[in-house]
Every structure is written in structure tokens, then in C-alpha cells.
């Protein structure tokens, strides 16, 4: 479900943010995996005319995130042993974190608290899918980690913005999405929305990032995932993990709760299923960074 | 109801909502058992995280005194994460018992 954004706003990011495109092979990829009918064969060979994507690929899927034990070494063992739908969330992950790997600003942006609460969201959406029995439980882990993304892209491409917003945040001590909306007139969700569609990725992800601060206005089809994010993104700030931005807790309406059909004594379980993947999906970070 | 609450804080007398289970599948304890001092320490040395109880008011009476573990600086700063909360007093409360316990044992650990 897309949200409409006003074009004053559009050309408002576009005039400032300097989005980068996704290298060829990558936008290549991305398109085919929308493809109902693409075979993984042909998958596997565009990728594999980029090296760097190949070994980046290969990196994650022999990283806790599968937990899988034996060392896989190709494109084509890694198609074969997870298949191609399970696949896909390494491949646009390995894509979007391409992107991030130079030209961040000397602006103030904690850039580990950032990936470590971003790692605290994946664990903890991943830990809810499976509690809710969703069939892609590895996808939210990627859901949570790339939610904020739109933070991530303003510290990277959007400097005039967020070397405004930071000291704001600080001055004043609110939310850092307070700031954003203060400074910028709209906030990281929509940053992450504009260039998540501009990139092509799936509507899911794409849902994720662009409803996760407004899920009681979103009656798309993937509710249970921006949910599950909303409230992951939630209960990683209650018990503080990594820096968001701020030292807050995001609002959050109750009935996302009672939608997933979540109690106290549940949600407490989920937080220790969740902050009991941490330290091994740690090494994801140095995947991220690396 | 039940509830589910950590090993640690087991009392004699307390009665399993569900078998308890070792990692490796084996049932230790049936469900219904009133549990006795030796079954306590049984369980605390099998490695096991969670054990099913009767009576929910357990599982509150347990989070608070966990909550009450943290020290202050963890207090104030619960206090003050808060400040955006859209929920009702009593929810806001429950939540803070969960982010003081948690809080408190991921200070502990680093
Ligand atoms: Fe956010
Ligand atoms: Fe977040």
C-alpha cells in the first residue's frame, strides 16, 4: 500500500538528497527477482558478474542468519540448499547495503548505535514471525534491520538535512524523528519510502519502511510484517538496545498489540527469544560494515 | 492461567501448568506436579529457561521484583524513554517493569 506523497515533499528530497543508483547488476537482479516466472539459473548468472556481490552474498548466507552449518561456496549451492525464495532475502540485502559502504558524513550520526538497534529490531521481528507462525520468518529479521534505512540514507546523501536535525535532537531533547519533521518537514519513513520505490525492492519491504511509525493508518496487505516491525522497533528501544536516534521510546497505538495477539508475559518471552539471537547476529554487523 | 517465569524464582508448593523439558526433548517433570525442593534444584541444574506455573499473578509478581533489581541511573532513565507513551497508565507501568528487567540484565551481562 503506497503512501501518497506530496510532490512538494518529493521535490523537496530530491533537491537536497543525492540518491544513489544501485549498480547495474544489482538494479538487473532486483528486477528479475520480481519476475513470477524468472528461474534461479538465470538469477545466478547476472549476479555472478559481479564479484564483490557474489562474495557479499556468500558472506550472509554462511552467517548465523541461515545457521546453516556447512560452509557454502557458490551462487549456485547456496540456490540449490535454501532455495530461491530464501535466497532472495540475502540477495536484496547483500543489493541495499552496497550502497552504504562509503561516503558517510562527519556529522554526529551514531552509525554503530544505528546497526545495533537495527539488529535488536531484526531479532526481535524475527522472533515475533515466528511466534506468529509466518511462513518467511527470515525475511523480518531483514524487515527490522532495514527499517530505518531512511536514517541511514539522510547521514549518508542528505547532509544539508541531518546536520541540522542532529543538533535539534540534542538541543531540545526530543525524538530524533521529532527533529526530522522540525527541520525537513517529513521524516526517515518517508526518506526510506522514496528510495526503496525509486530501487525497486518488494512492496513488503517497501510497506515496512514507510508505515513502521504509522501502522494504525496502514490497511495494506502486508499488516502483520509492518506490525511485527512496529512493535520490534518498540520493545528495542524499552529495553535499550543500541541508539535509534534518541533515548525514547516510539509511540505506538495499543491495538497493534491485541492485533498480534500479544500479552505482557508473551512479549516477554519474545524479548528474550529475540535478545538471545543478538550475540550471533552480531557477525551480521561485520558483514554490514565490512 | 499460567504463568511462565525463570527457574530462579521457583517456590516449593508451586504446581506445573505443563511438562518441563530439557533442550534435548526429555520430560522431567509431568505437568500437574506440585513441586518439591528436590524437583526445584532438578530443574535449576538441567539448563532450562522457562517453566510453566499455575496461577498468572506469578508471572507480575515475579517481573516486579526482577524490575526492582535495577538500580536508579536505570530508573531515571526508564522514566525518562517514556515520554512519549500513548498508553494507559496501568499498560505504561507494565511495560516499564519489562524495560527496568531487561534493562538491568543487559547491564549486567556487558
Ligand atoms: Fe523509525
Ligand atoms: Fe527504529
Redesign the interface.
Known amino acids: 500500500m503506497a503512501k501518497t506523497i506530496p510532490v512538494h515533499i518529493k521535490q523537496k528530497f530530491e533537491q537536497v538528497v543525492n540518491v544513489p543508483t544501485l549498480p547495474k547488476v544489482l538494479s538487473k537482479v532486483i528486477s528479475m527477482l520480481g519476475e513470477p516466472r524468472v528461474s534461479a539459473r538465470e538469477v545466478a548468472k547476472v549476479i555472478s558478474q559481479d564479484q564483490a556481490l557474489v562474495s557479499r552474498i556468500l558472506r550472509i548466507v554462511n552467517s548465523a542468519f541461515y545457521g546453516f552449518p556447512r560452509q557454502i561456496k557458490t551462487i549456485d549451492h547456496a540456490l540449490v540448499i535454501l532455495g530461491f525464495n530464501r535466497l532472495k532475502a540475502a540477495i536484496f540485502t547483500a543489493s541495499v547495503l552496497e550502497v552504504f559502504k562509503n561516503g558517510q558524513n562527519d556529522i554526529g550520526f551514531d552509525v554503530n548505535g544505528f546497526w545495533e538497534h537495527s539488529i535488536g529490531v531484526g531479532v526481535i521481528s524475527k522472533a515475533l514471525a515466528k511466534h506468529l507462525r509466518l511462513p518467511n520468518v527470515e525475511e523480518h529479521f531483514i524487515f527490522g534491520l532495514l527499517h530505518d534505512v531512511g536514517k541511514l540514507i539522510l547521514d549518508y546523501y542528505g547532509k544539508e538535512f541531518y546536520e541540522k536535525v542532529l543538533p535539534l535532537q540534542k538541543e531540545k531533547d526530543v525524538?530524533l524523528r521529532e527533529a526530522e519533521l522540525e527541520v525537513i518537514g517529513f521524516d526517515h519513513s518517508i526518506v526510506g519510502s522514496i528510495v526503496f520505490e525509486k530501487w525497486n525492492l518488494p512492496y513488503d519491504m517497501i510497506d515496512v519502511v514507510t508505515w513502521h511509525h504509522d501502522v494504525v493508518n496502514y490497511n495494506g496487505k502486508f499488516l502483520p510484517s509492518v506490525g511485527i516491525v512496529a512493535v520490534a522497533d518498540f520493545l528495542t528501544?524499552?529495553?535499550?538496545?543500541g541508539y535509534g536516534g534518541d533515548?525514547?521510546?516510539?509511540?505506538?497505538?495499543?491495538n497493534v498489540f491485541s492485533m498480534l495477539n500479544l500479552d505482557?508475559?508473551t512479549?516477554?518471552?519474545i524479548?528474550?527469544e529475540g535478545?538471545s539471537q543478538m550475540d550471533s547476529m552480531r557477525d551480521f554487523l561485520d558483514i554490514i560494515r565490512g | 492461567m499460567a504463568?511462565?517465569i525463570s527457574p530462579r524464582w521457583l517456590e516449593e508448593g508451586m504446581r506445573l501448568a505443563s511438562d518441563v523439558v530439557t533442550d534435548d526433548g526429555a520430560v522431567i517433570l509431568p505437568k500437574g506436579k506440585e513441586l518439591t525442593q528436590e524437583d526445584i534444584e532438578n530443574i535449576k541444574g538441567k539448563n532450562i529457561?522457562?517453566v510453566m506455573v499455575e496461577g498468572?499473578n506469578i508471572?507480575f509478581d515475579v517481573?516486579k521484583k526482577e524490575a526492582e533489581m535495577a538500580p536508579d541511573e536505570i530508573k531515571r532513565?526508564v522514566e525518562?524513554?517514556?515520554?512519549?507513551?500513548?498508553?494507559?497508565p496501568k499498560?505504561t507501568e507494565?511495560?516499564k517493569l519489562?524495560?527496568l528487567?531487561?534493562?538491568n540484565s543487559?547491564a549486567g551481562k556487558s
Request: no cysteine; proline share 4%; net charge positive.
Open positions: 525524538s528501544r524499552l529495553v535499550g538496545i533515548m525514547f521510546i516510539p509511540p505506538l497505538h495499543k505482557l508475559m512479549v516477554d518471552y524479548i528474550y535478545l | 504463568s511462565r529457561s522457562w498468572d508471572f517481573l532513565a525518562k524513554a517514556f515520554k512519549y507513551s500513548n498508553f494507559s499498560e507494565q511495560f519489562l524495560a528487567k531487561y534493562r543487559i
